[in-house]
């Protein structure tokens, strides 16, 4: 049988085509200001070398663009900084090998143990401890690893030269036997790769590949590529090749095949590529295929009774498969399908939230003067919660959106629907025979984020799904659904790719995707652990100075049917689990690791936590959030609740947590509300020269105002917004205020100004703006970005204020700002900025006082050539007083050169 062709994950980007946004937008500049972004990335990161995965979510291989794969021309000053040295293995290191271990052994290099807990209780046995070094190879969890202050100053490290993985997965022992196969047809006589050979020159199908291994065949030196085509015909598995001309050195006139069943074109020259009309595209020039059709069915099950109780997920030599559900996702669960794979919200009756489930709410709103934030006119003055009721859904069952009187832009108080009723034809395999098992996702409307709800009952005579469990993980509620697919049905198993297991009988059903049965040597790994590192203490006996170089950690279990709470007045809802988790620490490292398929967030900073640090590191394919930060107040227990509820001063929130020289990519897979990094209750973090893309919501979330003084810089980030609305790369919101004595070092109920720069980002899928201060934000000075598309370059609304955006570069935004009013002493600044516009209006600025909007000196550029401001042309406008923007211009659009050029000179592009 052929290898599982579950690769349709790792193509995701070649189906995902690049989406300008606007016909206001040149062609020319998009394409040259997406190759720019390519070369910032690979100065972020130059440990990527070529960096292929940014080079694909670019799209850079689409024709009407096309790019070269290279690597950095230079490296950019914080990637120079971060880097490490890669740590020596000490000689009296506790070894530990996934395969060849014994925890009998003595735990050197030549005779290692098998566990890498039993591993750590040994090194710290010493003082200081001694270095847990894993060797290749997975190491697969009985337990979570946990650690407490004796564990302080541990170095746990991954040899190097080999990848160590740390794995909450339990590998299968499977015998595969036919349940709903087609029969193959029998072999043709003369085996054929397949008709209608296709050539390109000057690219490459086997760039980065394993040649000489059995998918990249080194059949011989030929004098042309024809002679290579005639190898490659002449062997039945091989349906493409690349010849590799006489100018290539060591690779001159050599003759490589592929069979695998793809091939991916890299632009490169002296290179002639072809491929048979049965090869799959896996990245390049070649237009997106549609969704393959089902075909014939090919169904194998496997009894793996006594092995796990239930199978929450599937990786097949690991990569994800996808559990039975409808819609299909033609392309599996790690690649995004956008707004599509769903079934229309309309398509269903909702029944409605029941408001008296859980009782009353308790309202609490803190009238004490001296916490009462007093910056704005009656916008967000006061902490406010709500306990109970609809609300106990959380843990704990407290939020904002349960208070009295909650406000912000489409403010209701939290509610649910508390069933479904599909419409008929909208699940067309039901009824089902038995969908105990089934959960329902769904959009909360307008994709704010998404509810995942248990089944409680079915009325048979209406076809109403009543539901249990769920509908937590999201902070704002809706009478109704939205967008919506079923998920966990064995009706629903009907496409390649896809598993469902039957907790009653053990039975695991597997569609393989491929020919024939599944492979013997396929290796199966269902995730089972949720929480793989587990580092919790207190404030007042921290664990200190733990590190760990150079280790992967995969297969979490999901958690998006855990409790999950309400973090601040922000719009998310987040389970406090990660596949690292850390509580009461103090200068924990995690560097040069990789963090891949991990069904739940990737690492959880709850609660006290000083100097974490997260760097060189790589997250991928994660189902929740890649880093998520998130303190704790005492609204529902403690001392002094929930009176308490606002005092942040008691320390026990993360501080000066570090993010630096990182690549996130595919994150929330599951829970859509994910981010690659969101704070709340969190102060004084750093993210810096990070390279972030392929999201379904924000890509920097800042759920709250907590203490502020963070820092955002020299970060990429495209991509956002995939599958939600609203938002961009940067979001916050600051509905809710706390005192914390971050900003002077006594209780006070501002925050310190938190400052986004020298930034990348790209607007490239919301409609709004790169930078999002929503509802009440206040206190940011954004300067020196490169901020590329957007409706418009600086927004505040709801309250918002001081909101400070200098020398910045708006790159084809659609207007300059749009702010709302504000007080005197807490106006908005638009300064010194670069604005290249689609229209020729400035927008919305604050023209009168009270909070007239502060703006001088900037440069603007229209289609036409003039702008208008406040109901005036800019000239007329400024000849009105001295204080209508002083020393701003307006001019054409210049070229793309020169629009680059100065993006290039303020980042410091080469």
């Not at 989406?19 to 040149?26: A, E, K, T």
Request: net charge negative.
């Amino acid at each position: 049988a052929t290898k599982m062709l579950l690769l349709f994950a790792t193509i995701a980007l070649a189906h995902a085509s690049w989406p300008l946004g606007s016909n206001d937008v040149p062609a020319s500049f998009d394409c040259l200001m997406r190759k720019t972004a390519y070369e910032y990335g690979k100065q972020l990161i130059p440990r990527q070398g070529t960096f292929e995965s940014l080079f694909y979510a670019l799209d850079l291989n689409d024709p009407t663009c096309q790019g070269e794969l290279s690597p950095p021309k230079a490296e950019h000053p914080i990637a120079s900084e971060s880097q490490k040295p890669m740590p020596q293995v000490p000689e009296d290191g506790v070894f530990v090998h996934p395969t060849l271990g014994n925890d009998n052994a003595a735990g050197t290099r030549t005779s290692p143990l098998r566990s890498v807990a039993f591993a750590i209780e040994q090194a710290i046995k010493t003082q200081p401890p001694r270095t847990v070094v894993l060797r290749g190879g997975r190491h697969y969890l009985k337990d979570t690893l946990n650690f407490g202050p004796q564990h302080s100053n541990l170095h746990m490290m991954g040899y190097p030269g080999e990848e160590a993985e740390i794995s909450g997965g339990v590998e299968l022992k499977v015998d595969w036997k036919p349940y709903n196969v087609t029969p193959a047809p029998p072999p043709s006589p003369t085996p054929s790769p397949g008709t209608g050979w296709v050539t390109q020159d000057d690219y490459n199908y086997v760039f980065g590949s394993d040649i000489g291994s059995k998918s990249f065949p080194l059949y011989a030196k030929t004098d042309n590529a024809s002679a290579c085509q005639d190898l490659c015909k002449a062997h039945s598995d091989c349906h493409a090749y690349t010849w590799h001309d006489h100018d290539q050195g060591s690779y001159a006139r050599d003759c490589v095949g592929r069979t695998d069943g793809f091939y991916k074109p890299t632009s490169e020259k002296g290179h002639f590529s072809g491929h048979d009309g049965t090869a799959q595209p896996s990245g390049g020039p070649s237009p997106s295929p549609p969704a393959p059709p089902a075909g014939p069915p090919n169904v194998y099950v496997a009894n793996i009774q006594g092995q796990v109780t239930d199978v929450p997920g599937l990786q097949l030599d690991g990569v994800r498969a996808t559990r039975a559900r409808y819609p299909n996702l033609p392309w599996g669960l790690e690649a995004s399908c956008g707004y599509g794979c769903m079934i229309d919200g309309g398509s269903a009756s909702w029944t409605p939230p029941n408001m008296s489930k859980f009782g009353n709410v308790t309202y609490y709103t803190d009238e004490i003067p001296s916490h009462i934030r007093n910056d704005t006119i009656n916008w967000f003055n006061n902490y406010m919660i709500g306990i109970g009721g609809p609300c106990a859904v959380y843990d704990p069952p407290v939020s904002y959106w349960c208070s009295e009187h909650p406000s912000g832009g489409g403010a209701f108080s939290f509610r649910t629907p508390s069933g479904i009723t599909p419409k008929e034809g909208a699940l067309p395999h039901s009824p089902y025979k038995d969908p105990s098992q089934a959960l329902f996702f769904v959009w909360r409307p307008a994709r704010w984020a998404n509810w995942m709800f248990e089944i409680d009952s079915i009325d048979m005579s209406t076809g109403e799904y009543k539901f249990g469990r769920g509908g937590n993980q999201g902070a704002r509620g809706n009478n109704n659904g939205g967008d919506w697919f079923i998920e966990n049905v064995m009706e629903e198993l009907d496409y390649p790719g896809e598993f469902f297991f039957d907790k009653k009988t053990s039975n695991l059903y597997l569609w393989y995707n491929g020919t024939g049965a599944p492979p013997t040597d396929m290796t199966v790994v269902t995730p089972q652990k949720q929480v793989l590192v587990n580092m919790t203490s207190t404030q007042w006996n921290p664990i200190k100075n733990v590190t760990t170089t150079n280790i992967k950690y995969s297969a979490s279990s999901y958690t998006y049917m855990m409790p999950h709470g309400v973090p601040s007045a922000g719009d998310w809802a987040l389970d406090r689990y990660g596949a690292i988790f850390l509580q009461g620490t103090e200068s924990v490292t995690f560097d040069n690791c990789t963090f891949e398929r991990l069904d739940g967030n990737a690492v959880m900073v709850s609660g006290y936590n000083r100097n974490a640090t997260i760097s060189n590191s790589d997250f991928a394919y994660l189902g929740g959030n890649a880093i998520a930060a998130w303190g704790y107040t005492n609204e529902t227990e403690g001392d002094n609740h929930p009176v308490a509820g606002v005092d942040g001063t008691d320390g026990n929130h993360p501080r000066y947590t570090t993010v630096i020289s990182n690549t996130a990519r595919e994150v929330g897979l599951y829970e859509k509300q994910s981010s690659f990094f969101i704070q709340a209750k969190t102060s004084e973090s750093v993210l810096l020269g990070n390279v972030f893309f392929n999201g379904p919501r924000a890509g920097i979330n800042a759920n709250d105002g907590f203490g502020g003084g963070d820092e955002i810089g020299h970060n990429l980030v495209f991509s956002t917004c995939r599958e939600s609305g609203d938002h961009g790369p940067f979001n916050s919101w600051d509905r809710q205020p706390f005192l914390t004595t971050v900003r002077t070092g006594k209780p006070d109920m501002i925050m310190q100004w938190r400052e986004i720069h020298h930034n990348f980002f790209i607007d490239n899928y919301s409609p709004q703006e790169n930078v999002d201060n929503d509802d009440g934000s206040c206190f940011y000075k954004t300067h020196d970005n490169f901020l590329v598309y957007g409706n418009q370059g600086m927004k505040n609304d709801f309250g918002g204020h001081d909101n400070h955006h200098q020398g910045n570069i708006y790159a084809y935004a659609g207007r300059a700002l749009g702010v709302c009013s504000q007080m005197d002493g807490h106006e908005d600044i638009f300064a010194n900025n670069t604005a290249v516009l689609t229209g020729s209006n400035v927008g919305g600025p604050q023209c009168n006082p009270p909070g007239k909007t502060i703006m001088a000196h900037n440069q603007y550029y229209t289609p036409d050539g003039t702008i208008s401001e406040c109901g005036l042309p800019l000239d007329k406008w400024q000849a009105k007083g001295s204080d209508n923007e002083p020393g701003s211009t307006v001019s054409k659009i210049p070229s793309d050169d020169t629009i680059i050029g100065w993006a290039k000179t303020k980042l410091g592009i080469v």
